[in-house]
C-alpha cells in the first residue's frame, strides 16, 4: 500500500518544502552550520529519544528526498568529556560504509574495461593463486573479483590494514578458505582485496585513486583515508555502554588508529561527513552525474552494483537481504527495514552509521552516530527509529497535500 502510494504522487513533491516549512534548496547548496529549520520534526525527536535512552551521545541525521535536502539535523555531544557539541559538520568513522564507495571505484575500472568482473583475483594479486581451502579439500575454482565484492570468497581474516594494505592482502591469500568460492556468504575482507586491485590496475596508491575518481569530482572535501591533525579533533568520540543504565565510556577507534595510521583500508577506513556522503549517494541515485551534471560513472554500471546476485543465499545482517557488486540490497522489507521498498540498498557501518537509497521514492538516509558494542548497527532501534519517522512524516505530509490540492 505505501509502495503504490508513494509511486503515484508524481508532482506532489514540489510542495514539500512550502508544506513542512523547510528550505526549498537543492541539495548541493551550502547549509548553513546546524540549521534548525532543515529538519524533519519527528526524525529531530526520535533521536532526542534515543539520545535520552543512553544510546549515543550524540548524531547527525540526513533526509535527501527527490533532489531537495529536507533534513540535515545534529542532536546531542560529539564528546561528553569535553561538552563538545555534535555538528552538521561533525567528523565520523564510517567503518563499514567505505565498503560501497571502494565498490564503486573498483567498478570504474570494470567499465573502462581494464578488468571483468569474473577474473580471477589471481590475475591482478599472483599471491591468490596457491590459495588452499582450510578442510583440505580441493579448490573447485578459483576467486573472483565478483566473489571479494559479495563476500562469497570464502575467505578468512581481519579486515583491518595494520600496515600497508599491500602486505595486509598478502596475508589473506597466505590463509585458508572457509568454503567453496561462491557457495555461501560470510562477512569478509574481500573489499581489501578489491581496493588492492585498484592499486595494482591504476598503478596509483587506493587514497590518491579514490581522491582523484570520486572524492574530488564530488566536492568531498571532508572525506579521507587520512584524518589531519585538525580533521582528528573534529571527529565524534566513539562510545560504549556503561556500567549504568544510560550511562556512555568513551573508546578507541579500533579501525583507525588516529595516532598510527598506515594504510587505507577499503573494508572500513573513510573518516567523512553527513553532507559528503549525501553527494556521493545522491550521484548514485541520479544515475552516476554530480549535481553540476557532470558524470562519474554510468548508470548501467551503478544498476549491476545495486542489483541482487547472490542468489538464495543468506546474506547480510537483517532478514530479506540480498547482495549486490559491494552493495546490500532489499528484497523482502521486513522489522527495521519495513519502512523501505524493495529494491532499496545500502550499507551499514560498525559504530552504527547508515546510509540507505530507497530509489522508489528517491530518498536518501542516512545516520552518523558513533557506538560500540551495542549489538548488531544493521538491526538496532536508532535505525528503525530514525528510518520510520523519516518515512511516515513525508507520508503524512503527502497525504495532507494531495487532500488540500485535489478539486
Known sequence: ?????????????????????????????????????????????????????????????????????????????????????????????????????????????????????????????????????????????????????????????????????????????????????????????GLNVAGRIIEVVSQMPLEDYMEQRIFRPLQMSDTTFYPTKANQEQLATIYRPGDMPGSLIPTPNHIIDLDDIRGPSPSGGLISTASDLLKFYRMILDGGTTATGMRIIDRETIDSMTTPVTGDLVTGFTPGNAWGLGWCVLVEPQGVTAMLNPGTFGHGGAFGTQGWIDPVTETVYVLLIQRTKFGNSDASDVRRSFQSAAANELEITYTKMLSTSLP
Open 1 to 189: 500500500m505505501m509502495t503504490q502510494f508513494r509511486m503515484g504522487i508524481g508532482c506532489a513533491v514540489m510542495l514539500l518544502g512550502l508544506a513542512l516549512g523547510l528550505p526549498t534548496t537543492a541539495y548541493g547548496q551550502e547549509v548553513a552550520t546546524s540549521d534548525p529549520s532543515i529538519q524533519l520534526p519527528s526524525v529531530r525527536l526520535a533521536m532526542q529519544e534515543s539520545l535520552k535512552a543512553g544510546e549515543f551521545s550524540g548524531s547527525v541525521t540526513a533526509v535527501l528526498h527527490r533532489g531537495e535536502l529536507v533534513h540535515l539535523h545534529a542532536n546531542g555531544l560529539a564528546d561528553i568529556e569535553s561538552g563538545r557539541p555534535m555538528d552538521v559538520n561533525t567528523r565520523f568513522s564510517i567503518a563499514s560504509m567505505t565498503k560501497p564507495i571502494a565498490a564503486t571505484g573498483l567498478m570504474m575500472l570494470v567499465e573502462a574495461g581494464q578488468i571483468a568482473i569474473d577474473d580471477s583475483v589471481a590475475t591482478y594479486l599472483p599471491a591468490f593463486a596457491n590459495v588452499r581451502m582450510e578442510n583440505g579439500e580441493e579448490l573447485q575454482r578459483s576467486i573472483t573479483i565478483r566473489d571479494v565484492l559479495t563476500h562469497t570468497s570464502g575467505l578468512a581474516g581481519s579486515q583491518a590494514v595494520p600496515s600497508t594494505l599491500a602486505e595486509a592482502v598478502d596475508k589473506l591469500a597466505g590463509g585458508t578458505l572457509r568454503f567453496q568460492p561462491g557457495s555461501k556468504w560470510q562477512y569478509s575482507a
